[in-house]
């Protein structure tokens, strides 16, 4: 044969030698065998790397994935979504509330009274021996002690944003005498069932503003604002009190303390570290170390959502104090003062007290951990976990079928396919979250509802989940799960209707230019729609999305960003017109980080800069509302609001499905020690992995017992 003609084949035969590769892979029995050492890795992939291993700072799935594994936090909720202790083993949660001595106001039939005169006419109505409204019986009968509190002088430091940077302010305010009362539960209703026998002006007419003092000084309604927020006539202070479960240690071998939980605290409220769970932390008054096992926790105010943000895991103290991180700053050559949680090398070799170490981080490539001997419930049946960082969705489906990974999240034209399989388990449900499409409203023309509206309405949504998903989805018109109760079913779809598109961009400014191109004061509107890479739904949802668009006259480009780069460089900083994104919810309906104004900034996650003043107000009043009717209610009130604002052109809720090996199963020990095995199943929120730590993968598919088929 010629040199020539073997030239000629040459393409031909690496093309072969390719396609031989690719298809050909070494089965799961072909790894097993002679391997026993695959039997007790677990192996994932994740579209995109992670970003940074500290659940104190972290905002990406693929981060908090790792997380979940390696920290660990006071509570979690159970298969039946009931909240259960984890670092901690048991809570109680009860509120001290305080009323201010109101001197000026005369309380009818009693007269102006002072501070013991007033406890003693409250324990009077507590113990029957005055008549009182039955409801403020009822709450007067939650009440275990109540207790005089003398006049006192306190200090508070406020930092604030100031038109040159933040400013520091510090209030000096003369506390008059008060009366704790101590109850059992948290009563929301106390003082307003409270104003009915003290009288309608007893809260009303209390005028704090001469008691308060601010340094810088500020005058008229701020120094009112200062007044009202420091010393209000009522105050309701829920309190959460944590026992420690005994023995629980971090992976270096130091005990997790009460004093932990402290730190974690205050490396959240810490605005050196620009931590996007500062919102679920604000309405803490403090944390107080009791004891090494002990944690009180006191609130400034009703917070219903309170005891599921302590599920956040718990750093270690000792790694990442003040003198630690000054310690690592000087070993790295850098200015302590302006060394923060945020640049330690702790955030890429992560110490947490969960059931897997931290063992090595290969950006782009992948995650390593190895289990906890260690663990308090008892180490975990896989030694290794390993998260590869795997953007493309085909090639995790060959690594899949190949056993080179363990699990796989099914595409949705494969769905139907690989549910069917006996090779495999499957587990599919509605996604707790959506897709959608924010606009940034910090730039024109995304400032004006109206525009936002008419984008939202020349995309045909039942077109990308007719053939994009697969028909794996349903629509969706607001903020909340689409399971739960305070999603509103009444809340109708944006139709998909662009000539009246048209219209709502005529009614803004915009007219069509001979070229078809929307113009207003002759700029063409014109932007850039961005999504990442290694989803080929949001890349085809952003295909259509553009030619939606453009079919209207509106100039979009497109861009695809890598995760990284698109995470922290566009969407943290703000820098964006358009984004294709979804959000992961969970149960709580507390939307503050995601919708309140105040979230806003860089590395916060109302990162579109949704701002209105009734939305806020809902927000806050959802967060505070502890009746559950009453915080339905507001939620639905909060979905309509945003439905009709359109800050994001909602898109779907999807439908997941996963696969598994069929060798993958729970291992138990039966109470006379025999081993038995049972099926993966999901619990109430579709979560698979809740009994992950059980998991074992086994050489055959075993027999199953009668009961569990």
Request: hydrophobic residues 40%; negative net charge.
């Amino acid at each position: 044969m010629t040199v020539r003609r073997l030239l000629l084949l040459a393409p031909i035969l690496t093309i072969l030698f390719l396609a031989q590769s690719y298809f050909w892979v070494p089965t799961y029995e072909e790894q097993t065998r002679g391997n026993p050492e695959r039997l007790v890795e677990y192996i994932t992939a994740l579209t995109g790397d992670a970003t940074i291993l500290n659940p104190v700072l972290s905002a990406d799935a693929s981060s908090a994935s790792i997380e979940n594994l390696v920290f660990e936090g006071l509570i979690d909720r159970d298969e039946e979504l009931r909240f259960r202790g984890r670092v901690a083993e048991g809570w109680e949660i009860f509120e001290e509330a305080y009323l201010v001595v109101n001197e000026a106001a005369a309380i009818p039939g009693h007269g102006h009274l002072g501070p013991a005169a007033l406890r003693d006419l409250l324990a009077a109505a507590r113990d029957g021996l005055l008549p009182v409204p039955p409801a403020l019986a009822a709450s007067l009968a939650g009440v275990r002690d109540l207790a005089l509190v003398p006049p006192e002088t306190r200090t508070e430091t406020v930092t604030e944003k100031g038109a040159e940077g933040p400013v520091r302010r510090t209030v000096q305010i003369q506390v008059p005498a008060r009366i704790r009362l101590t109850l059992a539960a948290v009563d929301q209703d106390l003082f307003a069932r409270l104003a009915l026998f003290l009288g309608p002006d007893y809260l009303t007419s209390w005028d704090p503003s001469g008691r308060v003092s601010v340094e810088p000084p500020v005058a008229g309604q701020a120094l009112a604002a200062y007044a009202e927020r420091f010393l209000p006539a009522a105050e309701h202070n829920p309190v959460l009190v944590f026992r420690l479960r005994p023995g629980v240690r971090f992976h270096d071998g130091h005990p997790l303390t009460a004093e932990d939980v402290r730190f974690t605290f205050a490396a959240i409220m810490d605005p050196k570290n620009l931590s996007p769970r500062l919102a679920d932390y604000e309405p803490v008054k403090e944390v107080e170390a009791v004891d090494p096992q002990t944690v009180r926790v006191v609130y400034k105010r009703l917070y219903s959502p309170a005891l599921a943000t302590w599920a956040m895991g718990i750093l270690p103290e000792h790694l990442l104090s003040d003198s630690a991180l000054a310690a690592e700053a000087v070993a790295r050559g850098e200015d302590p003062a302006d060394f923060s949680l945020r640049t330690s090398r702790f955030n890429r070799a992560p110490v947490g007290s969960g059931p897997f170490v931290f063992r090595e981080w290969r950006s782009d490539e992948q995650v390593r951990l190895v289990r906890f001997a260690g663990y308090w419930e008892g180490s975990p049946n896989y030694q290794r976990y390993v998260a590869r960082i795997i953007p493309d969705p085909l090639t995790q489906e060959m690594e899949f079928y190949a056993g080179t990974i363990d699990s796989y999240d099914v595409q949705p034209h494969q769905v139907a396919r690989l549910a069917a399989d006996p090779r495999f388990q499957a587990f599919s449900g509605l996604a707790l979250g959506y897709t959608y499409i924010g606009y940034n409203q910090r730039r024109p023309p995304f400032d004006d509802p109206r525009v936002r509206r008419a984008l939202g309405m020349a995309v045909d949504v039942d077109k990308i989940i007719r053939y994009v998903i697969q028909g794996q989805g349903e629509p969706i018109t607001g903020p909340f799960p689409k399971q739960t109760e305070y999603y509103d079913h009444g809340v109708a779809p944006l139709p998909f209707d662009p000539q009246a598109a048209l219209a709502l961009l005529a009614e803004a400014g915009f007219t069509r230019n001979s070229e078809g191109i929307l113009t207003r004061d002759g700029k063409p509107l014109r932007f850039t729609l961005i999504t990442n890479s290694g989803n080929d739904i949001r890349k085809a949802i952003l295909t259509i999305v553009q030619d939606a668009w453009k079919q209207i006259g509106v100039d979009v480009a497109t861009d695809i960003l890598e995760w990284s780069v698109f995470i922290k460089e566009r969407v943290n900083k703000l820098d964006f017109d358009a984004v294709i994104l979804g959000w992961a919810m969970g149960l709580e309906p507390d939307l503050y980080q995601i919708w309140h104004s105040s979230q806003a900034g860089p590395f916060q996650l109302n990162f579109v800069g949704f701002n209105n003043p009734a939305a806020d107000e809902l927000i806050v009043r959802i967060r505070q509302e502890y009746d559950h009717e009453r915080q339905r209610d507001a939620c639905r009130e909060l979905h309509q609001l945003i439905a009709a604002e359109q800050p994001y052109t909602f898109l779907y809720v999807g439908k997941w499905t996963a696969v598994l090996d069929r060798r993958i199963v729970i291992a138990e020990t039966a109470a006379d020690g025999t081993s038995r095995f049972r099926r993966i199943t999901p619990t109430k929120t579709g979560s698979y992995a809740f009994h992950f730590n059980r998991w074992l993968k086994l050489p055959e598919v075993p027999v199953f017992s009668p009961d569990d088929r």
